[in-house]
């Protein structure tokens, strides 16, 4: 799927204008049916929605240069809906608003004719469904890392970690990987003709896993094992993953693992309160640096390899040790150097796509 996106400087001046509000001052947002001001003539949805979480906002818009504000937001656990229609009436009825003009659904899976069976969830978004049950005139549906890859070049300095000092290129081609439930890849690539970037959503998370040492050569009879028997990168490289290789470990030293889910034995590896988490998550980092290195070989990712998605922001103190970055530069030797060329950059904030699914929103209002 090809779409075009601002370039950088276009991208965060149309952005200069819009209210940033982190997830972590939810309280601080509006109160639910907060009725427009004369300034705003429009409001949208926003909407990020993954294996676990769904993240919804709604936005009052103004096309002549007022502040867009931030009305109401609310994130949902997907497993109390079996069908994305439910979630979305639970949201709007939460917000208190009667009615959207416009919006858009950033959804973990391929979307084809705006419409998405989502990879890890049994719920269908389907953007004419959409349309005409909840009478909204414009409704996209699209990869969620393709809205990534739209909030990827509006973000500030400040929600950005360098993780090599190399600098990006001008209108290089982009590489973004991010793990969370699955393992999301999406490459960016610019278009001399629109003077923009074109964004390429894949599933490349789903080829097959392919071990660099013994011990991930281990980890992947292990998966066989367990009935993995096409073991893809995305089944050990993802908070799942995390779970994976934790156990994997544990059987490997003879240990009964511990009932924790991905972010405990991230939040104990950071602590360094127990070996065996530890070393999970070094070898996860191994195996994320390790793809990001073929991601950036792919497309030759002069404009950088974004990491991005849910874990990171929460293991940057990992990240920065530099232990990644040694695993993105472990490749074949003859393109040790080719590999080490290019910008290897951290997205501090979990909420990308989000803010790319707004971006597409607010910009239907105008077609």
């Known amino acids: 799927m090809w779409t075009n996106v601002s370039t950088h400087r276009k991208f965060i001046s149309r952005l200069q204008n819009c209210k940033q509000v982190s997830f972590a001052h939810r309280t601080q947002t509006?109160?639910?049916?907060?009725?427009?001001?004369?300034?705003?003539?429009?409001?949208?949805?926003?909407?990020?929605?993954?294996?676990?979480?769904?993240?919804?906002?709604?936005?009052?818009?103004?096309?002549?240069?007022?502040?867009?504000?931030?009305?109401?937001?609310?994130?949902?656990?997907?497993?109390?809906?079996?069908?994305?229609?439910?979630?979305?009436?639970?949201?709007?009825?939460?917000?208190?608003?009667?009615?959207?003009?416009?919006?858009?659904?950033?959804?973990?899976?391929?979307?084809?004719?705006?419409?998405?069976?989502?990879?890890?969830?049994?719920?269908?978004?389907?953007?004419?469904?959409?349309?005409?049950?909840?009478?909204?005139?414009?409704?996209?549906?699209?990869?969620?890392?393709?809205?990534?890859?739209?909030?990827?070049?509006?973000?500030?300095?400040?929600?950005?970690?360098?993780?090599?000092?190399?600098?990006?290129?001008?209108?290089?081609?982009?590489?973004?990987?991010?793990?969370?439930?699955?393992?999301?890849?999406?490459?960016?690539?610019?278009?001399?003709?629109?003077?923009?970037?074109?964004?390429?959503?894949?599933?490349?998370?789903?080829?097959?896993?392919?071990?660099?040492?013994?011990?991930?050569?281990?980890?992947?009879?292990?998966?066989?094992?367990?009935?993995?028997?096409?073991?893809?990168?995305?089944?050990?490289?993802s908070g799942p993953g995390l779970r994976r290789i934790y156990e994997f470990l544990c059987k490997s030293i003879h240990t009964k693992p511990d009932d924790i889910e991905p972010a405990e034995i991230a939040t104990r590896a950071l602590a360094n309160s127990c070996k065996t988490c530890r070393t999970t998550l070094k070898m996860f980092l191994e195996i994320l640096g390790s793809e990001c290195s073929s991601a950036a070989l792919r497309v030759l990712a002069t404009g950088g390899v974004y990491i991005a998605g849910g874990i990171p922001p929460k293991i940057l103190p990992l990240l920065m040790d530099g232990s990644l970055t040694t695993a993105f530069e472990n490749c074949n030797p003859s393109m040790r150097n080719v590999v080490a060329s290019f910008p290897l950059i951290a997205v501090k904030t979990p909420n990308v796509g989000l803010l790319g699914a707004k971006v597409l929103a607010k910009r239907q209002l105008g077609d």
């Not at 809205?147 to 990006?168: C, F, M, R, W, Y």
Request: glycine share 8%.
């Open 30 to 237: 509006n109160k639910p049916g907060r009725r427009l001001t004369m300034s705003h003539s429009y409001t949208i949805i926003a909407a990020d929605i993954g294996g676990t979480n769904a993240r919804f906002q709604a936005w009052a818009i103004s096309m002549e240069g007022v502040d867009d504000e931030l009305l109401f937001e609310k994130t949902y656990s997907t497993n109390s809906f079996d069908a994305f229609d439910k979630c979305l009436n639970v949201f709007c009825h939460d917000s208190g608003l009667d009615h959207f003009d416009s919006s858009c659904f950033a959804v973990a899976g391929p979307v084809e004719n705006n419409c998405c069976e989502m990879t890890n969830l049994k719920w269908q978004v389907n953007g004419a469904q959409v349309q005409q049950s909840f009478n909204i005139p414009k409704v996209s549906v699209l990869n969620d890392f393709a809205a990534v890859g739209h909030g990827i070049t509006g973000l500030d300095p400040s929600q950005l970690a360098k993780l090599n000092d190399i600098e990006p290129v001008q209108h290089g081609p982009i590489a973004i990987v991010g793990p969370g439930t699955g393992l999301g890849e999406a490459f960016l690539i610019w278009n001399d003709a629109n003077e923009a970037y074109s964004i390429i959503s894949t599933e490349g998370s789903h080829a097959p896993f392919a071990p660099k040492n013994e011990v991930q050569i281990e980890l992947l009879k292990y998966m066989w094992a367990k009935n993995y028997k096409v073991c893809e990168v995305e089944q050990v490289c």
